[in-house]
């Protein structure tokens, strides 16, 4: 009998693989769970280019003997409304759990504060940054550069990673308004999987090694991505690279390439995370501005739009039902580790 296309995992069973992995490949426990955490919350809301795949690319990074796998983050006190986070090489999301607790203080003390993260190799989603900060109650707003995959509007050769961008308002009620996106047209996490199972892209993601516009997933990645909204989302991937690159004290996605020099590793760079108090920067109108945003949301869903990041809590819920499932060539994959 053949076996089924798909495995299915209970989500604590995810995280439990997640962490193995990564403990077997020497890893600190701390670093496993925030990495293990993480690629759990992009299966469970089923975003696949930043789920359990990730697990394979975080494991040619360690495995590169690149990556600090015990690196212990340390916060720098820049300003009131600054600090900094060392990640010493190590991956983000310890360098990003370790932080928040200060820049929540921060945010609160000055009504605004933002967080650099430095020198760390970063592979992740940044919803589950984003939802974290709102869950304190305050508007955040995230991004980071990666490797330059992607060409300016207008040119041929990559400048700029990837480059997203993840906003989130909490609110009273409920999930917060919250998106997360690249700056290129799609994540490169996504032709990637398009690779992988043979499958062709939209022309307008990507553009072959001659510069000409392409549907082939393997030829996409050999030559440039494009970003989304033409000029538009290409000023705004600039945007990221001056803001959590330049004026971090950080790599530029050309400059972690170079660095990379073709190994193929998760992108080593910088974060800027930023959080912002309402009730500090509203005061005694703070009800009036909360009120504002939620018309705001209203006229959106009542003419049948929707809001973004509404697809994921729905994932969300059904994943915390039903469990995932996960494709039988990955899980095979990654369970290859332990033969
Ligand atoms: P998507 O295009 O899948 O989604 C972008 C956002 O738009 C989501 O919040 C999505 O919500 C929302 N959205 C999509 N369709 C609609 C719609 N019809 N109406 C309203 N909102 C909508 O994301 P990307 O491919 O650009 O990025 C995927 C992930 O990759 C991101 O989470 C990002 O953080 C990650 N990434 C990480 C990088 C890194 O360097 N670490 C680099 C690049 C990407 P919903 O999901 O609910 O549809
Ligand atoms: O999918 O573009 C991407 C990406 C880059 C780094 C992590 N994810």
């Known amino acids: 009998m053949s076996e089924p296309d798909d495995v299915s995992l ?5 995280f439990d693989l ?3 992995v990564l403990l077997h490949h020497g890893l600190s426990a701390a670093h496993a769970d925030a990495i293990a955490r993480v690629i759990t919350q992009g299966q469970r809301d089923e975003c696949h280019s930043h789920g359990l795949y990730r697990l394979l690319g975080c494991v040619r990074s360690v495995l590169s003997g690149k990556v600090n796998q015990h690196a212990q983050p340390t916060i720098r006190d820049v300003s009131p ?5 060392d990640a010493h090489y190590g991956f983000s999301l310890l360098a990003f ?8 203080e921060k945010a609160r003390s000055q009504g605004i504060a933002a967080m650099a993260i430095n020198r760390c190799f970063h592979f992740s989603a940044l919803w589950p940054e984003v939802e974290a900060i709102a869950a304190h109650g305050l508007v955040a707003l995230a991004m980071n550069p990666s490797h330059s995959w992607v060409a300016p509007a207008g040119g041929t050769r990559g400048v700029f990673g990837t480059n997203p961008i993840a906003f989130a308002w909490p609110r009273a009620e409920g999930h ?5 996106f690249a ?10 999987l398009h690779a992988r199972e043979g499958k062709s892209i939209p022309a307008h993601w990507a553009i072959d090694r001659e510069g000409r516009a392409t549907t082939d ?5 050999e030559g440039a991505m494009q970003t989304f909204g033409g000029h538009k989302g290409s000023a705004l991937a600039a945007m990221v690279e001056l803001l959590a690159g330049a004026l971090i004290g950080d790599l530029t996605s050309m400059e972690s390439q170079s660095l990379d020099d073709g190994a193929g590793l998760s992108p080593c760079h910088g974060e800027l995370v930023i959080a912002i108090d309402p009730k500090r920067f509203l005061g005694s109108e703070y009800a009036i501005g909360e009120a504002r945003a939620e018309r705001l949301f209203e006229a959106i869903v009542t003419q049948g739009a929707r809001l973004p990041s509404q697809r994921r809590f729905d994932a969300r819920t059904r994943s915390e039902r039903d469990g995932v499932r996960v494709s039988r060539s990955l899980y095979n994959e990654i369970m290859e580790v332990f033969h």
């Open 183 to 192: 700056t290129s047209a799609i994540a490169r996490g996504d032709i990637e």
């Open 81 to 85: 409304g600054v600090l900094a986070v």
């Open 217 to 221: 997933a393997r030829a996409a990645l």
């Open 18 to 20: 997640a962490r193995k």
């Open 97 to 104: 759990e370790t932080g928040l607790p200060r820049l929540a």
């Open 10 to 14: 209970s989500l604590s069973d995810l």
């Open 176 to 180: 917060p308004f919250l998106f997360d």
